[in-house]
């Protein structure tokens, strides 16, 4: 379904699916490494905050993977789109039509998607600790 | 908007589509971006900065249906206990430390700073710094029962020795006035003193606020009403009025010049 | 064959009396009945008017509670309202406009209009639409009615712990927002259902999925989101009241629980919440501004693009009502990143719009005066909203009335004025007759000026320190004007509303009326005649375009002349065609249920076991329950998978459909699996919780000093279920080989086996003694078996059944409907049992 030469609507939601597991990944990281390192999550006790290097690599390697797989998606809806040889509006009542109107969505998706993981990845950037 | 007004105004129905796919193209996703990715980085950068650590001086303040109790937790010296007022030195990052015993509150000062809430079974943290002395008012921003508009305190911003002498004059207890003597009886006949405290005498409750510099306070009630002889014996007699819910039961059989006599005592506590 | 050439062929509808024959089959199939069995209708046109009908009361119910807010607040100090009532009456302002009004009405009109827009006769399943009109009226009656009792709720719509759990404080109020509510909620997820089947199932013969109208893109994400973000509350739901009657303390924070996991889960469901009500609203604008531009849309793809991302970044943004809750930094920047990204898609579509409007010739029209208000406030509402989605404007903005102005600049510019807009767009083709254009305009001014007079200043209010949800609030503070200003404002807001309401109910029968297509559409749902009639669609067309009636030659003659599939019921019975997800190929004429009682009975049964549960009146609860139960039970029995007289049947141009279909052929099955993925998200909603509970305890979780309910008891109870499940599988195969001995025998095997995996499970931690109500790792513990053993016991009574419709002949090796979708359930509640074993009794093994 997913790696598929025709398009279908598995293909059109992998990619922002991939960001929600990207989310997801990142969220429950940083959150269940800050709740872990203090000695009580719900109260602070410590001197200072504890930081969160290891975190952080989670969460970098996680946003490479991330997008490495929408590239695959992308080049995926890539060949989907060209393949028909049509243009927009994607309108034709035909194989050709479903495909490039699908492969293009997959496309504008894809490119939503990217930007979501940066957008999701840059808190790791500007903040080093679980203050 | 006033491109649609005008779209809709102009008859022609002229834009030919590759114009309006450019239009929906970069007006539509790549100027936002931009944008919204500038906006973001600088949200996030501010982040941190606006939780950096406190310079010394904590202050416990808890939520409580409906009013704050307040506990300064200097470096080194005693705790001073306090309600429904705070002071703070000018020009120093000062550590709140926000709990709850009841439901869950939420600590805003506008002036100083942003709101953290006040959550039952956690302790969260806010460091504000006044930049100038002043009063500043703030108030509880999180729904907390009926009276939760009646929940308001003052920030007392003052010069840092002026701070440090009024913190050090806390241990001492209040001042006792002859003329008010019969009032503190009445304060204590009447059972006062087993939710509310005042230093140096026998009300030693910990259920209600510290009354022990009653008389500095602007308010009563936690900024409910002016604090006035009248407006005191008011708050005795009709408590539940003047506050829905309070958890203070109102004193409606008490005679008037008692109440007056108890608010006259509780007045000259300086 | 040449979809165009075909209807074209000589054939017997060339014969006027063959047709008018026809018609009137079809007339008496599809009639409306009358007297009192008009209420007994289950066809879409008369459920959707009852919906739509009830939530606008519903609308201006809330509507009136929000003008005594803004009463009391008109000056400082007002004893307009008591403290105590006024936190009801905001309260059941936020809660009927949300749960009554706002959600519902996106199912109300989507039932109206997504069967006409995809030319079906009506949805697949009409009597679970009914099912969730007669729930959500009794539901919502009993919500809104309890302001009269001095009973509402009154912790604000989104009810935290523990103000709310705290039964002296907040009274029956909490009980009737829960129960109530929860009953509501899973009615929107049966019409979800309805609606996610509708759209992929019901579409017209060649419409593509590339021609679809988006409309039904929109209706198809969020009914998708609805799945996905209802069944969290409601695991909240069951956790609250867990807490409320029987003192289980998930968010009792003295022994282990956290008040936080409420906001969580609520949030899960609240903020895609506010896209399931904002998205169905620009779909109807998605529908106006191709017809009053007079051109297609620009930009189908981006459309597109805009619901499907909005879709998946909305469940990336619930943090961010819990900014000031003091979590990590770390944390919160992310779902402000997340919320900062959503305003993309949402931004793709107001310039998708606008160039729609620019490439088009602009009919200027009470709708389109709407839709653009709609714009205007929506886009106001956007920027504050890219505002407060960034942290530390948000620790200022927070639950003040900044945020009450921005969420109604959302709210109101999103949902009310698209709605208006869809209103005076769709009411000729709901009711026939069109409202006035005049009175529109009005309506339009007084409700665009009161608005913004209203909302505008309430943002300087909010930035200037007043909080929200205050009853009052003290002179000189600098709040006086700004209040006096937006109660004025409320009122000409009001004003507007009422002239709506007055254009809506004037007697109109003297009006004539309105033309057929009077706005020129290109869609299908413009095909109805008026005078209308009852049959949803005289015949099935074939679509081959975006825009049928502007770009199809011959289409409207071609369909009145019934040309095209399915122009007649020759056995009487109310047929439509299902076709294939993607390209619409015809693979099946659906007999769809008619009008009963037994849906509305259901519904009342179902509502009484609720409302018995709010009173604590356990028995009559249990007996609700049971008679809930036995009426859903012979609903099915009557009502589905019914065996049809002839396996095929002619419908049209020369093709012939199979009536009966199983597994995911059928709607059924696609209904069930759908149903599903909303119980697997309740489920994980539950999950998330014990794993929520283990992070927030850092010392240990489970606690030291409790001990488990080990792995004996778990595992035997997960042993017993696969091997259930695994007779159940034997069981499908056996009827498939046709042979009914050997599948009853499994069948009873499956149920035997599955009673003793729900027992071992409930077992486990009953053995090990652990009390639900000293500490929150065994109430977590509790919760996930119970819900696992419901779920075994549901899968019980669903195998029982099976064994009696192979009794009664009703399920045999060639309809096997019934088989196939119970062993669906069962692959379900295996995935249940699994993952429940694995938390409860494995994980305590690892994790510190």
Known sequence: ?131 | MSVAVYATRSSSGGLDERLAKRFILWGGVAFPTVVLTALLIYGLRLMPVLRASGEGLTIAVAGEQFWWRVTYQPKDGPPVRSANEVRVPVGERVAFALTSPDVIHSFWNPSLGGKVDMIPGRENRLVLKAEKAGVYRGVCAEFCGASHALMAFPVIAMEKPDFDAWLSGQSRPAAEAAETAQGKTLFLQNGCGACHAVAGTEARGEVGPDLTRFGERATIGAGTLPNEPEQIARFIRETDTVKPRVKMPAYPALPREDLLAIAGYLGSLK | MSALDAPRAPSQQDDPEHRKAQEDRLEKVWETPGGFRYWSAVNNSDVGIWYTATSLFFFLFAGALGLMIRTQLAVPGNDFLSATFYNQVFTLHGTAMMFLFAVPIFEAVAIVILPQILAARDLPFPRLSAFGYWSFLLGGVFVCGSIFFDAAPDGGWFMYPPLTTDEKQTGIGADVWLLGLSFIEVASIAAAVELIVGTLKCRPPGMRINLMPLYAWYVLVVAAMILFAFPPLIAGDILFELERMFDWPFFDPKRGGDPLLWQHLFWIFGHPEVYIVFLPAIALLAMIVPTFAQRPILGYSWIVLAAVGTGFLSFGLWVHHMFTTGLPSISLAFFSAASEAVAIPTGVQIFVFIATLLAGRVVYSTPMLFALGALGIFVFGGLTGVMVALAPFDWQAHDTYFVVAHLHYTLVGGMVFPLMAGLYYFYPFAMERKLSDRLGKWAFWLMFVGFNVTFLPMHVTGLRGMPRRVFTYAEGLGFETLNMVSTLGAFVFAAGVLVITFDVLRPKSKQPHAERNCWNAGTLEWLSETPGRDWGVRTVPIVTTRYPLWDQPNFVRDYDEGRFYLPDAEEGKRETLITSVLDARPIQCLRVPGNTFMTMGAAFLTGGAFIAATFYAWTLTILFSIAALVSILFWLWRGTAIIPEKKEKDVGLGLKLPLYVSGPDSVGWWAMFITMIGDMSAFASLIFGYFFYWTIHATGFPPSDTAGPGVFWPGLAFALTSASWGAMLLARRANTADKPLSLNLWLVVSALLAVGGGAALLWGPHASGLDPTAHVYPATVWVLAIWTAIHLGVGVIMTLYCLARSAARKLTAEYDIDIHNVALFWHFAMITMAVTAATIALFPLVAR
């Not at chain 1, 890539?78 to 109107?101: K, L, T, Y």
């Open chain 1, 1 to 131: 379904m997913i790696a598929s030469t025709r398009a279908n609507l598995v293909t059109l939601i992998t990619a922002p699916t991939v960001w929600a597991l990207h989310f997801l990944v990142c969220y429950v990281t940083a959150s269940a490494y800050c709740a872990k390192t203090m000695a009580d999550a719900r109260v602070f006790t410590g001197t200072s905050w504890p930081d969160i290097t290891v975190a952080r690599a989670v969460i970098a390697a996680a946003t490479v993977l991330a997008l490495g797989i929408i590239a695959l998606c992308l080049r995926q809806a890539w060949g989907h789109w060209r393949s028909g040889d049509v243009d927009p509006p994607f309108d034709e009542p035909s194989f050709e039509g479903r495909q490039g109107f699908l492969g293009f969505s997959t496309i504008l998706l894809c490119g939503l998607s990217i930007i979501g993981v940066i957008f999701v990845a840059l808190p790791a950037i500007f903040i080093g600790d679980c203050r």
